[in-house]
């Protein structure tokens, strides 16, 4: 089944303490993007990668780190979270070549940072 | 730069009614897609219709129809004969040609009984 995996779902965790939030997907998708979403604010995009060793900031990238050493993967990393990054984020991934193909999403992972 | 605009962050209609939820976009691409995504109280982002820009009929899916005035840059989602299911977040959003997604900022859409 074609899916984009994110891990964890639900976490709390603390202030400072450094935390990865994987991603992968099965799909061969050059692209792959993270959003986070706050109420009232839809979607905000933090990084997103074209291909392999290709990243990008988005609008909101301050306080996060991303990597794509391989095409499947597509972390996320909040070096020192701060209660301001408590969010639901989303994973999403995406073929590249035309403008017609649609972007497939995770199924969110809750954060809350105290 | 892209950019999506979706002027109605909530909706209200009755159910079995039909309802227009407005998009309209920028850019100078002239090769680009137009999505819907609706976003249940569950939270799951769901994929709901595209359209690309050289299409020269209005995309149609099931209850999902999307009103495409290109010269207008407008990208309507209309969704017939409502149902209380519908009630979600709607996004709309933007790819031109082999680049980043856009995402506008979402319309809540309440179904009355």
């Known amino acids: 089944e074609a899916q984009v995996t994110q891990n964890p779902r639900y976490l709390i965790t603390v202030t400072g303490k450094k935390l990865t939030v994987t991603c992968s997907q099965n799909m061969n998708h050059e692209y792959m993007s993270w959003y986070r979403q706050d109420p009232g604010l839809g979607l905000r995009q933090i990084y997103y990668s074209m291909n392999v060793e290709v990243t990008d900031k988005g609008d909101v990238p301050e306080g996060y780190k991303v990597s794509r050493k391989e095409k499947r993967n597509f972390p996320l990393i909040l070096e020192s979270p701060s209660p301001n990054q408590t ?12 403008s017609g193909n649609t972007i497939y999403f995770g199924e969110g ?3 809350t940072v105290v | ?9 909530g909706m209200f209609v009755q159910e079995k009614e039909a309802v227009t939820l407005d ?6 691409d002239p090769s680009y897609g137009l999505f819907w995504y609706k976003q249940p109280s569950s939270g799951e982002m769901i994929f709901l219709i595209y359209q690309g820009s050289y299409d020269q009929q209005n995309a149609t899916e099931g209850r999902y129809s999307l009103n495409f005035q290109k010269a207008r840059k407008s990208a309507n989602l209309v969704i017939s004969a409502s149902q209380l299911g519908d009630s979600a977040m709607y996004f709309c959003a933007m790819r031109e040609y082999g680049q980043n997604f856009v995402f506008g900022p979402g319309t809540r859409l309440s179904v009355l009984p």
């Open chain 2, 1 to 9: 730069a892209q950019k999506i605009t979706q002027t109605q962050p």
């Open chain 1, 109 to 111: 992972s809750w954060l």
């Open chain 2, 23 to 28: 998009c309209t976009y920028d850019t100078s």
């Open chain 1, 87 to 98: 969010s639901l984020y989303f994973c999403a991934s995406s073929r590249v070549g035309g």
